[in-house]
């Protein structure tokens, strides 16, 4: 087949099948960037841990400055198209021309975006306050952590933690797709799964790892502990439950041992109990029950 040709075919999926992200307005955020940003956030979060930087009490300011900067000038643009999209689809996801494109693009959309990564920033050191505690509820609990240093360098749980949290804050500012990007990208890398939505107590506790699944809607108390596959996810998928709670509460100081599958909205498990590896719930059980 003729070069040319070939390319007509791909041209005409185009109009037939759409999938492109087009600029103007209506396009969507870059994930490369988004990533980026992330791995500045998880810098900010554990200084010297993420990129090989030489920190002394003279340059450390320095080196925050350049993580500030960077999230700000590759983030602020992502939110701004995030919300963008959001805005362009409420107004009937017609393809725009140059100047309404521009004209979305001088909305309050822009403010709005840098306001929220102002936000971020101010809340690291809330988060890492959370985080530190996240890490020292599994060096504790983990015989095999050997220090709080070797559980933030290798632990995929943890890793998975920090960038759940990054992630909620921004879905809980109502920023669209990216928390969920972020998440995704770790949930890649991690073979966990939290979606950014979960409301997560303090003391997070994820063992191993591996084919965890914490649905949007869950809600986790504090002090909880959970082991590979365990999923904590809906009973049914029917998208009229999209605003609905579907997944269930596990109330503080839980262990939840691996490939348990926990499942439904109103499905709570009660504060104190420990459920075995290989269960099957879906309905509430008590406190301190021993299942």
């Known amino acids: 087949m003729e070069f040319e040709k070939l390319i007509d ?22 994930r490369a960037n988004v990533v980026a940003a992330l791995s500045d956030l998880q810098a900010l979060i554990f200084p010297g841990f993420k990129y090989d930087e030489q920190l002394d009490s003279e340059n450390l300011r320095y080196v925050v400055g350049k993580h500030v900067n960077r999230i700000i000038s590759i983030l602020t643009p992502e939110i701004q198209k995030a919300l963008l999209r959001v805005l ?17 693009k001088n909305s309050h959309c ?18 890492r306050s959370k985080i530190k505690k996240d890490a020292a509820a599994i060096t504790a609990g983990d015989p095999a952590a050997r220090s709080l240093g070797e559980v933030i360098l290798s632990y995929p749980g943890l890793e998975a933690i920090i960038v759940y949290r990054i992630a909620h804050f921004l879905y809980a500012a109502g920023v669209p797709i990216i928390p969920r990007i972020m998440t995704e990208h770790t949930h890649g890398k991690t073979g966990i799964d939290i979606h950014p939505g979960a409301e997560i107590g303090e003391s997070f506790f994820i063992d191993h790892g591996t084919g965890i699944v914490i649905g949007e809607t ?3 108390g504090n002090n909880v502990k959970i082991y590979q596959g365990v999923t904590l996810g809906a009973l049914s998928l029917q998208k009229d439950l999209q605003n609905k709670k579907r997944h269930p509460t596990i ?8 490939n348990a599958t926990i499942l439904g909205g109103q499905t709570v498990i009660g504060k104190g109990s420990v459920i075995a590896g290989n269960s099957w719930i879906i ?3 008590p406190p301190g029950t021993r299942n």
Request: charged share 30%; net charge negative.
């Open 88 to 104: 362009w689809q409420k107004c009937g996801g017609e393809e725009m021309g140059e100047e309404r494109a521009e004209n979305f």
């Open 9 to 30: 075919n791909i041209m005409d999926s185009y109009k037939s099948l759409g999938g492109i992200n087009r600029s103007g307005a209506e396009n969507l955020p870059n």
């Open 110 to 127: 822009y403010k709005l975006a840098q306001k929220t990564v102002e936000t971020l920033i101010e809340a690291i050191p809330d988060l």
């Open 251 to 258: 109330e503080d100081d839980v262990i939840i041992y691996s």
């Open 283 to 285: 309905e509430s059980v």
């Open 218 to 220: 869950t809600v986790i």
